[in-house]
């Protein structure tokens, strides 16, 4: 038998509410040994979807005035008998009445451990699981709507879809070899070809959308670069929403990285302002300028920032070469100015360009749609049910390399008991990835990155 768990489930703090949330056999009765409810009524005597108001007491010593909500087994979150405390907020009450249910026999919850629960007991699969920590810690709408959209099932959808051809297939084939004596047509290889590349095509769909997925979850490295004085601070403040770095007319000013987190709409960018890069005598600004060309290679995103006032330098030069192939955006600033550098060279050496002033906001929207093409969020749709974790996306390239494995094979000869092994290896990943067939460490694996009292 499972113990009973508990753990507060609200951040700890203060606040208006906290929750401490207890799920399991004994988890009315724990309640109940430690709550007197205004009605009379008993926490065991509570229907489920019911709440009661009390007050909360421990060895004869009255904690707090609370609700409790009563979820009885098995329609609650985890499958079990669950009861949420609501209490007032604040770092004191809450944990002194987790204190005393854990004092009534609860043990405290590990990381996750709720809804480890809700996934061994059957009410979610593992995928929607995992969604639920990107619900929590999502910071844009996109990212919120693709959390969500698996945690619906949506992912899971797409993810069966894929499986119901492969098992068809493998229990044609394996129907076909194990029983000659019932007749039973053997496979065209014709369909054979069309249903393994149906299924080959909507893999690659999903492996293809997890970058742009894990783009709007966890954002992109980005690094603003440009010779002194061309608006790199401005524009850093412009996307940070205040003075984040220092600007001045005198070049130079910035010498080491300001680094902070910022949203291009539902982007996130880690941004870093840097050094401005140029010849320089100046010991101090020359380790700034190596650090800014350092981050260059690493970047995922890199702002190339351009003075349309003036024309092209040798440094605005070497700072193009530096950039060949890069995901780069050569941003033109100073757009409200008269242009006078060559506009037309900055676009062949970088394909994505926008013209924009960082003093004025001009041109953000522009920014934000070239953003979007080169990290691959233009055409994401978060509705249809993306991959989240590097654990779904391993299993989904596994299941592929299975699928292209069996269409090399019939097209190589090989008899079609082979094939049916490598169909059947290509349903193994999928049935590992949606958590039907798992180990107990991959379980534990995935909800050991949960939050404590979800």
Request: aromatic share 4%; net charge positive; glycine share 10%.
């Given at each position: 038998m499972e113990h009973t768990i508990a753990a507060i489930s609200t951040p700890v703090g203060q606040g208006g509410m906290g929750v401490i949330r207890i799920s399991g056999q004994d988890a009315l009765g724990i309640v109940d040994s430690i709550f007197e409810s205004v009605s009379g009524k008993r926490v065991t005597e509570m229907k489920g979807y019911t709440a009661s108001f009390g007050k909360i007491s421990d060895n004869g010593e009255h904690i707090d005035e609370v609700v409790v909500l009563v979820f009885?087994?098995?329609?609650?979150?985890?499958?079990?008998?669950?009861?949420?405390?609501?209490?007032?907020?604040?770092?004191?009450?809450?944990?002194?009445?987790?204190?005393?249910?854990?004092?009534?026999?609860?043990?405290?919850?590990?990381?996750?451990?709720?809804?480890?629960?809700?996934?061994?007991?059957?009410k979610i699969g593992l995928t929607e699981a995992e969604s639920v920590m990107d619900i929590i810690s999502a910071v844009?709408?996109?990212?919120?709507?693709?959390?969500?959209?698996?945690?619906?099932?949506?992912?899971?959808?797409?993810?069966?879809?894929?499986?119901?051809?492969?098992?068809?297939?493998?229990a044609h084939l394996s129907a076909w070899a194990d029983?000659?004596?019932?007749?039973?047509?053997?496979?065209?290889?014709?369909?054979?070809?069309?249903?393994?590349?149906?299924?080959?095509?909507?893999?690659?769909?999903?492996?293809?959308?997890?970058?742009?997925?894990?783009?709007?979850?966890?954002?992109?490295?980005?690094?603003?670069?440009?010779?002194?004085?061309?608006?790199?601070?401005?524009?850093?403040?412009?996307?940070?929403?205040?003075?984040?770095?220092?600007v001045t007319d005198i070049p130079g000013t910035t010498r080491d990285i300001v680094e902070e987190t910022v949203m291009l709409g539902d982007i996130p960018l880690r941004l870093s302002d840097t050094a401005g890069i140029r010849s320089t005598d100046d010991p101090v600004e020359r380790i700034g300028v190596k650090r800014a060309k350092s981050r260059l290679s690493a970047a995922g995103l890199i702002f190339a920032v351009f003075d349309s006032s003036t024309p092209l330098s040798d440094d605005d030069m070497e700072l193009l070469d530096l950039l060949k192939d890069a995901p780069a955006v050569a941003v033109i600033n100073k757009a409200d100015l008269d242009v006078k550098t060559d506009s037309d060279f900055i676009k062949e050496k970088i394909r994505h360009t926008v013209f924009i002033s960082a003093k004025t906001g001009e041109g953000i929207k522009e920014l934000e749609r070239e953003v979007g093409d080169i990290v691959g969020t233009s055409n994401l749709d978060p509705s249809l049910g993306i991959l989240a974790t590097e654990r779904q996306f391993n299993d989904a390239e596994s299941a592929l390399n299975s699928v292209e494995e069996a269409l090399s094979a019939i097209d190589a000869g090989i008899t079609l008991d082979a094939v049916t092994v490598i169909i059947e290896d290509a349903i193994n990943s999928l049935l590992e990835l949606t958590g039907e067939r798992v180990t107990e460490a991959v379980v534990d694996k995935v909800f050991s990155h949960f939050c404590v009292g979800k």
């Open positions: 009885r087994a098995p329609l609650s979150y985890t499958g079990e008998d669950v009861v949420e405390i609501s209490c007032h907020g604040g770092i004191y009450i809450t944990k002194r009445i987790l204190r005393a249910v854990l004092g009534k026999g609860a043990k405290p919850a590990q990381p996750g451990e709720f809804t480890k629960r809700a996934f061994l007991n059957g844009g709408d996109r990212s919120a709507r693709a959390a969500l959209s698996v945690l619906e099932g949506n992912l899971r959808k797409r993810i069966d879809n894929v499986k119901g051809i492969l098992i068809d297939l493998a029983y000659p004596e019932e007749e039973i047509p053997e496979v065209d290889g014709l369909t054979l070809k069309n249903s393994l590349i149906s299924a080959k095509k909507e893999l690659v769909s999903l492996i293809n959308s997890y970058d742009a997925g894990k783009v709007i979850r966890e954002g992109v490295d980005t690094v603003i670069v440009g010779k002194p004085n061309v608006g790199k601070s401005t524009l850093m403040n412009l996307l940070t929403g205040f003075e984040r770095s220092i």
